[in-house]
């Protein structure tokens, strides 16, 4: 019983973090690629002018605060 007390506590962080909805902080949320165009971005709109939140796997509003989640992938 104890050895599946991590796993049981792993999936219900991971299950209250994916209940969170549009005010949600994703940690796991795809990086933005360090290219000229995505450093130069700011404002969703400038996000909204190529990617549209119809087309996108996951819940997206355009309410959405992109910069928030989606950071620049450091490093590369």
């Given at each position: ?23 949600r902080l994703a940690p796991f949320a795809p990086h933005r ?5 995505h450093r130069a971005a700011q404002t969703n709109q400038a ?30």
């Amino acid at each position: 019983m104890l050895r599946l007390l991590p796993i049981v506590l792993v999936i219900a962080v991971l299950l209250a973090g994916a209940a969170c909805g549009p005010k949600r902080l994703a940690p796991f949320a795809p990086h933005r690629p360090n290219t000229d165009f995505h450093r130069a971005a700011q404002t969703n709109q400038a996000c909204l002018g190529c990617h549209e939140t119809k087309t996108i796997r996951t819940e997206h509003q355009a309410s959405d605060d992109c910069l928030k989640c989606h950071r620049i992938l450091q490093g590369e």
